[in-house]
């Protein structure tokens, strides 16, 4: 199958980053949000890193502008009707998915794919919900999707192979890193990096270092790009807990469970990066570590 028109259902911290993306590799995009604040705030963040991009000479205007021109904001589902693929990046949360993918099947053309970019939910209890099993799968990117190399193409118990050769093109089309894997929960990456981010929230809690030392610890000693706190807080603690708590359901794991202080940030809406604070503080130049149970 082809691919021209690419729908993004969400133009959030991952939304935005998956039309850009699909917009650099040339698919016409149309990208929805469920308020004008937060579509102008989605394609503001596109602009943004556009104009880096250009500032730093890696792309010319006329490029920067062509990407732009290849991305339609709405806030009209109707707009994905003519859609080869449509990929969600709402909320991570089943009910809210469900009922976005009942309204997008009885809209979108018969013979589009559905992709669904959940960390944790089952895809096919979303498959389900469509009258297109065979052509629903998981696409899971990573954050910043304009920078990780990683797509995680998910095949569900229904998800024909037509519409893994469809995901898995698409990935590389978009110049992805592509790696299949099954329907369980967390697929690959998330099954190891969430305990592991959980762990340096427990270690915090149990003293074993200050919110900084834990980073530096982990960047310095383990050559991560990024300390798991801060790691955290760009995932998005919200998330984070979303997924530690349909991991722990699935797993019955006591390391998949959400500590008590990220569940005390995510109370106080702290979100991390996208919030303005959750380990660190965001508001000033370079972010400042806060005591998290302040
Ligand atoms: N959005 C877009 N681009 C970004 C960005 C952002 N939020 N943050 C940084 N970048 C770009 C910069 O513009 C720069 O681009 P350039 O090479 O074209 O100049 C490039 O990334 C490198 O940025 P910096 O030099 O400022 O910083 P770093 O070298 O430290 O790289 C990083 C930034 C790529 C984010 C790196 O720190 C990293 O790889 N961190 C780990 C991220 C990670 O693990 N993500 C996965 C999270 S898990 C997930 O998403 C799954 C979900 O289900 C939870």
Same mark, same amino acid.
């Given at each position: 199958?082809?691919?021209e028109?690419v729908?993004?259902a969400?133009?959030?911290?991952?939304?935005?980053?998956i039309a850009?993306a699909s917009?650099e590799?040339?698919?016409e995009?149309?990208v929805?949000?469920?308020?004008q604040?937060a579509l102008?705030?989605?394609?503001?963040?596109i602009e943004?890193q556009?104009?880096?991009g250009v500032?730093?000479?890696?792309?010319?205007?006329?490029?920067?502008?062509a990407?732009?021109?290849?991305i339609?904001?709405?806030l009209?589902?109707?707009?994905f009707?003519?859609?080869?693929?449509?990929?969600?990046?709402v909320?991570e949360d089943?009910p809210t998915?469900?009922?976005?993918?009942?309204?997008?099947?009885?809209?979108?053309k018969e013979?589009a794919?559905?992709?669904?970019?959940?960390?944790?939910l089952?895809v096919?209890?979303?498959a389900?919900?469509?009258?297109?099993?065979g052509?629903?799968?998981?696409?899971?990117?990573?954050?910043p999707?304009?920078?990780?190399p990683?797509l995680?193409?998910? @095949? /569900?118990?229904? #998800?024909?192979?037509?519409?893994?050769?469809? &995901?898995?093109?698409?990935?590389? =089309?978009?110049?992805?890193?592509?790696v299949e894997t099954?329907?369980?929960?967390?697929?690959?990456?998330?099954?190891?990096?969430v305990?592991?981010?959980?762990?340096g929230?427990?270690?915090?809690?149990e003293g074993i270092?200050?919110v900084e030392?834990?980073d530096?610890a982990?960047?310095?000693?383990?050559?991560?790009?990024?300390?798991?706190?801060?790691l955290?807080?760009?995932v998005?603690l919200?998330t984070?807990?979303?997924?530690?708590?349909v991991?722990?359901?699935a797993?019955?794991?006591?390391r998949? @469970? /959400?500590p008590a #202080?990220l569940?005390?940030?995510?109370a106080? &809406?702290?979100y991390?990066?996208? =919030?303005g604070?959750?380990?660190?503080?965001?508001?000033?130049?370079?972010p400042?570590?806060?005591?998290?149970?302040?």
């Amino acid at each position: 199958m082809e691919l021209e028109k690419v729908g993004v259902a969400g133009c959030g911290l991952m939304g935005h980053g998956i039309a850009q993306a699909s917009a650099e590799a040339g698919y016409e995009v149309v990208v929805s949000e469920v308020s004008q604040e937060a579509l102008d705030k989605g394609i503001g963040k596109i602009e943004k890193q556009l104009a880096k991009g250009v500032e730093k000479g890696k792309v010319d205007q006329a490029d920067a502008d062509a990407v732009l021109g290849r991305i339609q904001g709405t806030l009209d589902t109707g707009d994905f009707a003519d859609c080869d693929l449509v990929i969600e990046a709402v909320t991570e949360d089943l009910p809210t998915k469900l009922e976005l993918w009942k309204e997008l099947d009885g809209i979108v053309k018969e013979d589009a794919c559905f992709a669904t970019n959940t960390s944790s939910l089952p895809v096919a209890e979303q498959a389900a919900a469509t009258g297109r099993p065979g052509r629903f799968l998981g696409l899971h990117f990573f954050n910043p999707v304009q920078r990780m190399p990683l797509l995680e193409v998910i @095949e /569900a118990d229904d #998800t024909e192979t037509g519409t893994m050769e469809v &995901g898995v093109g698409f990935g590389e =089309s978009l110049g992805k890193t592509v790696v299949e894997t099954k329907d369980k929960p967390g697929f690959i990456v998330n099954r190891l990096l969430v305990p592991y981010l959980l762990d340096g929230i427990r270690g915090y809690e149990e003293g074993i270092g200050s919110v900084e030392e834990i980073d530096i610890a982990m960047k310095a000693g383990a050559g991560h790009p990024m300390g798991p706190l801060t790691l955290c807080d760009v995932v998005g603690l919200d998330t984070l807990a979303s997924i530690a708590g349909v991991m722990y359901e699935a797993f019955g794991e006591s390391r998949f @469970e /959400a500590p008590a #202080t990220l569940q005390k940030l995510v109370a106080d &809406g702290h979100y991390g990066v996208k =919030s303005g604070r959750g380990f660190y503080d965001y508001s000033g130049d370079a972010p400042v570590a806060v005591d998290p149970g302040s």
